[in-house]
T-cell receptor, first 113, second 112 residues
Framework: KAGVTQTPRYLIKTRGQQVTLSCSPISGHRSVSWYQQTPGQGLQFLFEYFSETQRNKGNFPGRFSGRQFSNSRSEMNVSTLELGDSALYLCASSQGGLGEKLFFGSGTQLSVL | GEDVEQSLFLSVREGDSSVINCTYT??????LYWYKQEPGAGLQLLTYIFSNMDMKQDQRLTVLLNKKDKHLSLRIADTQTGDSAIYFC????????????FGAGTRLFVKA
């Protein structure tokens, strides 16, 4: 079974630009969660999608958005990039039940200059 | 509120036991997890425990849960250099929808 695939692996953007990150979950998984990882803050929950609906959202500004497609693939978008958005963005897929075991991708390393 | 706290660093000698501790605040936790992250990689699930259990053992790993004190620990027996990584404690909560909350991670250094 293929794992969680995130593209691209690395991104360099400048302030004010926007960026779209992609995540393909494990086949059969209907839930995709996104996290932001920074050295100082650890993993911060962005949002979770299940069957194309956002089920939960973390405390991030509206510049951070996401969506999920009918094939469970997900994208997240960050508009008007700021220097502080530089981070590793991790996607995790799961089946979507109560006792969730998250399977993570290798992440997209975003650098904002 | 939802908060998971862990110490940032732990250093042990090869062959010794490592104990990584974690505290959480949300009493609605259903499952608690330990994940491992190696350099350049995403997180990998190591083990998990349901909130009505006290202990779970899985080969070299022992998880202890003190629900009264909201304290979770991970013991790695006979620690090896290959265990050097960042270990994350996480809880599954249901506050306005399910989500998994992570601690900041404990970086484990294993000295040969």
């Amino acid at each position: 079974k293929a794992g969680v695939t995130q593209t691209p692996r690395y991104l360099i953007k400048t302030r004010g630009q926007q960026v779209t990150l992609s995540c393909s979950p494990i086949s059969g998984h209907r839930s995709v969660s996104w996290y932001q990882q920074t050295p100082g803050q650890g993993l911060q929950f962005l949002f979770e999608y299940f069957s194309e609906t956002q089920r939960n959202k973390g405390n991030f500004p509206g510049r951070f958005s996401g969506r999920q497609f009918s094939n469970s693939r997900s994208e997240m978008n960050v508009s008007t990039l700021e220097l502080g958005d530089s981070a590793l963005y991790l996607c995790a897929s799961s089946q979507g039940g109560l006792g969730e075991k998250l399977f993570f991708g290798s992440g997209t390393q975003l650098s904002v200059l | 509120g939802e908060d998971v706290e862990q110490s940032l660093f732990l250093s042990v000698r090869e062959g010794d036991s490592s104990v990584i501790n974690c505290t959480y605040t949300d009493s609605s936790s259903t499952y608690l997890y330990w994940y491992k992250q190696e350099p350049g990689a995403g997180l990998q699930l190591l083990t998990y425990i349901f909130s009505n259990m006290d202990m779970k053992q899985d080969q070299r790993l022992t998880v202890l849960l003190n629900k009264k004190d909201k304290h979770l620990s991970l013991r790695i027996a006979d620690t090896q250099t290959g265990d050097s990584a960042i270990y994350f404690c996480a809880e599954r909560v249901n506050t306005g929808g399910f989500k998994t909350i992570f601690g900041a991670g404990t970086r484990l250094f294993v000295k040969a």
